[in-house]
C-alpha cells in the first residue's frame, strides 16, 4: 500500500509504503489528507470501537501493539525526510531500497539478496523526491555499478554490503521491538 499527499500543483509526494503486517489508520490519514492506494492485494481488519485510552474496547496487549506500530511509522518518517532533506539521489534511493529490504524480511530464495518490490519507478521517484526520469538514471548506475538490479518487480542487491557502506545505512530505526 502506498500512502501520499497530493499537492495542489498535480505532483505527490508518497510518505509511507505499508508491508504485510504493518496497521493503517484511517483517522491518520485522513488527519493528513493522505491518499492510500493497493499496488498488490491486501488483506485488511478494521477495529471498530475505541482502541486506546480509558474504556478501550481493546485489550492493553493490542493497545500496545499500535502505539509501537504508530511510533515505528514515525521512525520511517523520520528517515523519510531526512532522506529528502540531506541526501543526494544515489543515497536516497538506496536508503529506501534498504528499508524496504530490511522491512520486506529475508528472501526465501536461497542465494537471491533481494524482495519483490511491486512499485513502478514513479512510485520510488515520488518517495525521495526525484522525476521518473532521475530516477531511472539513479537506479542504471546503480546496476552498472553492481549495486542494485531493479527489473520485473524485482529487486536484487548485487552487492549490499557495499550499498550499505556507501551510503552509511543503519537499520536500527527499523527495530521490530521497543527498547
Do not use: W
Not at 481488519?45 to 511509522?73: A, C, H, N, P
Not at 524485482?154 to 549490499?160: G, K, S, T
Request: glycine share 10%; with cysteine; aromatic share 6%.
Amino acid at each position: 500500500m502506498i500512502s501520499s499527499k497530493n499537492l495542489s500543483n498535480g505532483t505527490r509526494i508518497v510518505t509511507e509504503f505499508a508491508l504485510g503486517g504493518d496497521m493503517l489508520s484511517s483517522v491518520s490519514a485522513a488527519l493528513a489528507q493522505e491518499s492510500v492506494q493497493a499496488v498488490s492485494p491486501v488483506t485488511g481488519y478494521e477495529f471498530v470501537g475505541q482502541l486506546t485510552g480509558k474504556g478501550s474496547d481493546v485489550s492493553s496487549q493490542l493497545s500496545l501493539i499500535i502505539i509501537i506500530e504508530m511510533m515505528k511509522r514515525q521512525a520511517r518518517m523520520a528517515e523519510r525526510l531526512a532522506n529528502i532533506g540531506r541526501r543526494d539521489a544515489l543515497e536516497r534511493t538506496g536508503h529506501l531500497l534498504l528499508e524496504l529490504a530490511t522491512r520486506s524480511g529475508v528472501s526465501t530464495r536461497p542465494g537471491f539478496d533481494g524482495f519483490e518490490c511491486p512499485l513502478k519507478q514513479s512510485d520510488i521517484g515520488d518517495a525521495v523526491g526525484l522525476s521518473t526520469v532521475h530516477i531511472n538514471r539513479v537506479l542504471k548506475d546503480m546496476r552498472l555499478n553492481g549495486l542494485v538490479s531493479f527489473r520485473n518487480g524485482i529487486v536484487e542487491f548485487l552487492n549490499r554490503r557495499k550499498l550499505e557502506e556507501l551510503i552509511e545505512f543503519d537499520a536500527s530505526y527499523l527495530a521490530s521491538h521497543m527498547g
